[in-house]
């Protein structure tokens, strides 16, 4: 039987994780938000957990900014609208020489097109994480913990990726041959 209380008091990541609101679910959550920047395929290239109370484009900069000698010059990254920004798209085509393609917000002239195609992409690789690797329901109980199995759900992902890519499977993120 697990104590009373809130989770942000008895568990070992608190003072780590925090409360979210999770607008596909709708509902808050008590954890972390998974950062994920992939190839066009999903493999993934760089990725962080971080508190849900802090901005997507505050995390994603950072992230960028560590990890800037794997983003190329002229490449082009999908966002959504959240990523909307004056300071972030210039950090973005400035600092790394890339290119942001987003959704237009309410009230902006559509700058890029429809982009529905890339947000089903990148919908289908969170699917296969969600749902095949179980990344919701890594059990991790500590701080460490919780980066081992988000990672070792990441490397499988990564893995089949690399095996679809030798093999000439036609979709590569995809891991339905390896259900059981």
Not at 52 to 78: C, F, M, S, W
Request: net charge positive; aromatic share 10%.
């Amino acid at each position: 039987m697990r104590p009373a209380g809130k989770p942000s008091k008895r568990s070992d990541l608190a003072g780590h994780a925090g409360y979210g609101y999770c607008a596909s679910h709708s509902r808050f959550f008590w954890g972390f938000r998974l950062y994920l920047i992939t190839t066009a395929e999903g493999m993934p290239i760089i990725w962080g957990l971080a508190h849900p109370g802090i901005g997507e484009r505050e995390v994603t900069t950072a992230l960028l900014a560590r990890d800037h000698h794997l983003v190329r010059a002229g490449q082009v990254i999908p966002g959504d609208k959240g990523f909307a920004g004056r300071d972030f798209e210039a950090f973005i085509t400035a600092d790394l020489h890339a290119h942001l393609i987003r959704p237009a917000r309410k009230g902006e002239p559509a700058r890029f097109g429809r982009l529905a195609r890339q947000r089903q992409w990148i919908e289908a690789i969170i699917d296969t994480l969600k749902g095949q690797l179980t990344l919701e329901a890594h059990d991790g109980r500590t701080l460490a913990g919780v980066y081992a199995r988000v990672a070792a759900r990441l490397l499988a992902l990564a893995a089949a990726i690399w095996h679809n890519w030798t093999t000439g499977a036609p979709v590569k993120h995809s891991l339905i041959a390896y259900d059981y």
